[in-house]
């Protein structure tokens, strides 16, 4: 699995027993027009539990016939979906919204097993997926426009907001129930439908979503279609009958789907990488900030494009504020799915590979580990807890997405060097500011480029508040009232009232 010298002491929390009955699993095929189906692949992917390293099952690769198939279910569905009132789809909604309810303790217990998420990491999940799409649902029932009205003599305007139609939706790994939810509740709250591409390594409670749903939404309104990026995005990017295609993962990821998109002039939405940088000042609450930043940093082990992977520290504190938070974190435990733990394994063996040849990197450059560094011992996917101190200007783990429970502590002498430095990378999804110093709060938040700025805390996330980023993060706002404005249009119809 790997080299002895990447090998850290610490211990893995294990499960004793199985954590799911396989009887529960989704079936593991597509799912169009209100149907489970095999479609026309003959491959399968293998879907595998990372806190063990084994087979949970094998689900169905697609194909581009699949896509187009999922399409048809869906622009058949479109007219009646899109005619109903607010009302009428606010009710579907909150009627999936109770379903989830209802079975909540499966659906965690099914994301545990397909991401090796904590309990607590997969019980928030969950619940916050059931408030997304209540949320969706009161939102359209309440949408704002400019008023109609007489804005040229003896001519009344009025604004619609109109559904796009069918959407294609490909979600990440890192949060396959939540951020499918991000992108399934406010697409049909809209009155659009959707064909949603899971990701092949997480898509299992996807699958169970549409398994548990599918007599509450219209057939053919929302279609998942399984199979690999390069395959299944992109023929949704490039379909004539999609109107728009909606994408949460990598940089390369959204470049590639943006430029298929292009051909068509297609509509597109970007949540993409993140490096959030967290700058903690002198003044700042420094035992407040590590509590923080355990969150911040470490949640979902550090797989969160919003993570706080990079702590910038004023150089007059640094050295407390980094024993402070190498002793923080040191209390972090690790553990597999089904037991207490607070941070689980990575989410594949590529993954995990991955993240290990980051820190292999940052060693050869010099950087100095405070905590952790390398994989923990026995089955599994699981790397330890991992600060990295004696950081040089400019160091790759300071630029790059490591994607996992690694960050870096730099140092900076003033407030301008602070903002320069937060704002030198190529991303701007999110950030953060430690002070208590209120001017100082509001100014460094405003020169921040990033899409979302927390003062004192990080990774709060509301339902009524927008979620997306600014440069290499992409665009588009999912969650809160914007999400149904990105995935709607805007029509100017003019009644000329001259008699």
């Known amino acids: 699995m790997e080299n002895a010298d990447t090998i850290v002491a610490g211990e893995v929390l294990r499960a004793d027993t199985e954590s799911f009955d396989v009887a529960q699993l989704p079936p593991g095929q597509h799912f169009i027009a209100g149907e489970f189906t095999t479609g026309s692949g003959e491959e399968a992917a293998v879907v595998v539990d990372p806190s063990r390293g084994e087979v949970i099952c094998e689900v169905v690769r697609g194909t581009a016939e699949d896509v187009d198939a999922a399409v048809a279910a869906a622009r058949d569905a479109s007219a009646a979906w899109r005619k109903l009132t607010p009302q009428a789809r606010a009710e579907a909604l909150l009627a999936v919204a109770d379903r989830m309810q209802?079975?909540?303790?499966?659906?965690?217990?099914?994301?545990?097993?397909?991401?090796?998420?904590?309990?607590?990491?997969?019980?928030?999940?969950?619940?916050?997926?059931?408030?997304?799409?209540?949320?969706?649902?009161?939102?359209?029932?309440a949408g704002t426009a400019l008023a109609a009205g007489e804005y040229v003599e003896d001519h009344l305007s009025v604004i619609h907001r109109e559904p796009l139609g069918v959407i294609g939706a490909v979600t990440p790994w890192n949060y396959p129930l939540l951020m499918g939810v991000w992108k399934i509740a406010p697409i049909l709250a809209a009155g659009n439908t959707l064909?949603?591409?899971?990701?092949?390594?997480?898509?299992?409670?996807?699958?169970?979503?549409?398994?548990?749903?599918?007599?509450?939404?219209?057939?053919?309104?929302?279609?998942?279609?399984?199979?690999?990026?390069?395959?299944?995005?992109?023929?949704?990017?490039?379909?004539?009958?999609?109107?728009?295609i909606a994408l949460t993962g990598s940089v390369g990821s959204g470049r590639a789907v943006a430029r298929v998109a292009a051909e068509s002039v297609k509509r597109v939405h970007l949540e993409l990488g993140g490096k959030a940088p967290a700058v903690v000042f002198a003044d700042a609450d420094l035992a407040g900030a590590a509590k923080a930043?355990?969150?911040?940093?470490?949640?979902?082990a550090g797989q969160e494009c919003g993570a706080a992977c990079r702590v910038l520290v004023d150089e007059s504190v640094a050295e407390e504020f980094t024993r402070i938070l190498v002793d923080e974190i040191s209390e972090i435990v690790v553990g597999e799915a089904g037991t207490a733990a607070e941070l689980g394994p990575m989410i594949?063996?590529?993954h995990f590979e991955r993240v290990l040849d980051h820190l292999a990197r940052a060693k050869e450059d010099g950087v100095r580990v405070a905590l952790g560094g390398g994989a923990l011992a026995g089955r599994g996917f699981f790397v330890a807890p991992t600060i990295l101190v004696d950081v040089p200007v400019g160091a790759a783990c300071t630029q790059e997405e490591i994607f996992g429970p690694v960050v870096t502590i730099e140092t900076f002498a003033s407030e301008d060097e602070a903002v320069d430095r937060a704002n030198?990378?190529?991303?701007?999804?999110?950030?953060?500011?430690?002070?208590?110093?209120?001017?100082?709060?509001?100014?460094?938040a405003a020169r921040l480029d990033a899409g979302t700025v927390w003062v004192n805390d990080h990774l709060v996330i509301s339902n009524e508040m927008p979620w997306g980023g600014f440069k290499g993060s992409g665009y588009g706002r999912d969650l809160s009232a914007y999400a149904l404005d990105d995935y709607s249009r805007t029509k100017h119809v003019m009644h000329s009232t001259a008699r």
Do not use: Y
Request: a negative charge; proline letters at 4%; aromatic letters at 6%.
């Open 102 to 141: 209802e079975h909540a303790e499966l659906l965690m217990a099914l994301e545990s097993l397909n991401t090796g998420k904590p309990r607590d990491v997969a019980e928030d999940d969950v619940s916050s997926a059931i408030d997304c799409f209540r949320f969706a649902a009161g939102a359209q029932r």
């Open 195 to 244: 064909v949603l591409k899971a990701s092949e390594t997480t898509p299992l409670s996807t699958l169970k979503l549409a398994e548990l749903t599918s007599d509450i939404l219209p057939a053919g309104v929302f279609n998942v279609v399984n199979g690999r990026g390069t395959v299944i995005g992109t023929r949704l990017a490039e379909h004539p009958d999609v109107a728009m």
């Open 293 to 300: 930043l355990r969150t911040g940093g470490f949640w979902n």
């Open 348 to 350: 594949s063996r590529d």
């Open 424 to 444: 030198e990378v190529p991303f701007g999804l999110a950030a953060s500011l430690f002070t208590e110093n209120t001017r100082r709060s509001n100014d460094v």
